[in-house]
């Protein structure tokens, strides 16, 4: 084996943002279509139940998007993505990870409330992801559709009560996008950053692919459609002699706004509840109340984020600090004091990929699914 082999699903929301990263870095990879056997396999040696896992030419494996990036912006770093100003990093971390967790609740609303678009994910999934599970498609389709719909609709707080809050969060980011890329080709400038690819996978493999959010895209986004195709279509050449963004560019308020008044009040909540051992979790957005399961993860990327800015020197923390409050609104203050609080006293650690099969994750800590939780209905 000589390329990289990316074990997911061509529906996959991760799946989606790993392939245009390796794509646009010119690193060759093979898609290998996931069953249910095959997530477990993976499962067993990485310790997470989730997909994308990638696995090396040398036999180790990674998983979760943001380490893969992590890892070859490390051992690969021409064509870097991430920017050479540490503030101006920091704020694409901070956009990445927003992007990666805050668009999961709308995508899996559209994907699975809406009759067109369940009934053509279900039958995908009904043909790749349970092809070996020995039961009759209309029945693997049904199974399917009520397995999301427990897990990630009933389970993630989407309700009656909550759907307008959820779609809300859908149209602004589409706004927000919209005036951000009204003036250049990426994000953050000229180049493409890890915040682009944060919001990749839920652009393209949700909202941009599943009819009901699609239609909405092209008729108030155009501009975002526009750059969901050249992110897929995007290859070194164009954007190495390209400058990295050296400060925030205009029109990163709407978006950085929403990551500050919507998505870091609920990272503070969610962590609060996970370190008072709470299993759930409320909140509010849009003077909505939601109720979800605490999801150690999140808890997770809330102190990466806190290590990042706290280990930033002075200058850059100086920055972020004016940044926050004049791009990110009422929330931005309330940012940086989160921010600079110190790591809760249940730090959670990630152990250091990439693994081996002999190495496993799994034989020591167990595996977890996608959130961190354990229990996942693939696992017997
Ligand atoms: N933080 C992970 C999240 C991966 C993830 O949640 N993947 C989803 C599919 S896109 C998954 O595997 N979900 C498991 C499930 O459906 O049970 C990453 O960045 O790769």
């Known amino acids: 084996m000589t390329q990289l082999r990316v074990h997911g699903l061509d529906v996959s929301y991760f799946t989606g943002k790993l392939e245009a990263y390796l794509r ?141 809050a959820i779609e809300a969060v859908y149209i602004e980011v589409l706004d927000a996008m919209q005036t951000a890329l009204s003036s250049r080709p990426f994000l953050m400038g000229e180049r493409p950053t890890q915040a682009d690819f944060g919001f990749f996978g839920s652009m393209f493999r949700h909202f941009a692919s599943d009819p009901t959010p699609a239609a909405m895209m092209r008729k108030r986004s155009p501009k975002v459609l526009e750059w969901v195709d050249r992110l897929w279509n995007l290859t070194p050449d164009q954007f190495v002699d390209r400058s990295m963004p050296d400060t925030l560019c205009s029109g990163l308020d709407c978006l950085l706004g929403l990551a500050c008044e919507d998505y870091l009040p609920y990272l503070d909540a969610n962590e609060k509840a996970y370190e008072a051992g709470e299993l759930q979790v409320s909140w509010q957005s849009r003077n909505i109340e939601f109720s979800t399961a605490v999801n150690p993860y999140r808890v997770w990327c809330l102190q990466q984020l806190r290590s990042q800015y706290q280990t930033m020197d002075g200058a850059g923390r100086a920055k972020v600090g004016d940044w926050l409050p004049s791009f990110g609104g009422a929330g931005g203050g309330i940012a940086v004091s989160l921010l600079r609080q110190a790591v809760g006293p249940k730090a959670l650690a990630l152990t250091v990929p990439p693994w081996t099969a002999a190495s496993s994750r799994a034989r020591t800590e167990g595996v977890l699914n996608s959130h961190w939780r354990r229990n996942h209905p693939f696992h017997h």
Request: charged share 30%; aromatic share 10%.
């Open 24 to 164: 646009a870095k010119g690193l060759a990879y093979e898609l290998v279509e996931m069953d249910t056997r095959s997530f477990r396999r993976c499962a067993r040696i990485t310790g997470v139940a989730q997909m994308p896992q990638l696995e090396l030419p040398d036999g180790r494996w990674l998983t979760d998007s943001t380490q893969i990036i992590a890892h070859f912006e490390r051992e690969a770093p021409g064509k870097a993505i991430y920017p050479d100003d540490p503030a101006v990093r920091f704020i694409a971390d901070l956009l990445e990870d927003f992007g990666d967790e805050w668009l999961w609740r709308p995508a899996m609303y559209y994907r699975w409330s809406f009759e067109p678009d369940a009934r053509r994910v279900s039958d995908r999934l009904a043909c790749s992801m349970t092809r070996d599970v020995p039961l009759p498609v209309v029945l693997r389709r049904w199974l399917i559709r009520s397995r999301q719909r427990r897990c990630f609709l009933q389970g993630d707080g989407v309700n009656r009560a909550t759907t307008s």
